[in-house]
C-alpha cells in the first residue's frame, strides 16, 4: 500500500483545513486507515482513525469534535476535515495504514505498516 498525504498549509486560528490521504494498492475492508502529527519538539501522536469497511472512526481527545475523519472508497481516499484550528494543531501530518489493527492498538504508530510522507499544517494567532 502507498500512501499520498495532501492538503496541509498555513491557515489562521479558528480556520479549517482538509488533509487528503490518497491510497493505492492493496487495502480491503480490514484496512484501517489513521492520522497521526509530530508538532514542533513533541513526539508523534494518534489523531483518528478509520476502517475501511465500516463506519467506525476514532479519535483523540484533543480533537474530538473538531476533526472528522472520513473516506470514499471510490476514490480510494481518507479525508480528515479539520475545524477551529488552534496554534496547537501546528504539525506534520501523517497518514498512515494496517490490516491488523483492532481497538487496542489503533493508537499506536508501531501498529501501523505503511505510512505516507506527512504534509505540514500551520496554525497562525
Known amino acids: 500500500v502507498q500512501l499520498q498525504a495532501s492538503g496541509g498549509g498555513l491557515v489562521q486560528a479558528g480556520g479549517s483545513l482538509r488533509l487528503s490521504c490518497a491510497a493505492s494498492g492493496r487495502t480491503s475492508s480490514s484496512t484501517t486507515v489513521g492520522w497521526f502529527r509530530q508538532g514542533p519538539g513533541k513526539e508523534r501522536e494518534f489523531v483518528a482513525a478509520?476502517?475501511?469497511?465500516?463506519?467506525?472512526?476514532y479519535y483523540a481527545d484533543s480533537v474530538k469534535g473538531r476533526f472528522t475523519i472520513s473516506r470514499v472508497n471510490a476514490e480510494n481516499t481518507v479525508y480528515l476535515e479539520m475545524n477551529s484550528l488552534n496554534p496547537e494543531d501546528t504539525a506534520v501530518y501523517y497518514c498512515?495504514?494496517?490490516?491488523?489493527?483492532?481497538?487496542?492498538?489503533?493508537?499506536?504508530?508501531?501498529?501501523?505498516?505503511?505510512w505516507g510522507q506527512g504534509t505540514l499544517v500551520t496554525v497562525s494567532s
Open positions: 498512515a495504514a494496517g490490516s491488523r489493527i483492532i481497538l487496542s492498538n489503533l493508537r499506536q504508530e508501531a501498529a501501523y505498516d505503511y
Open positions: 478509520i476502517r475501511w469497511g465500516a463506519q467506525f472512526a
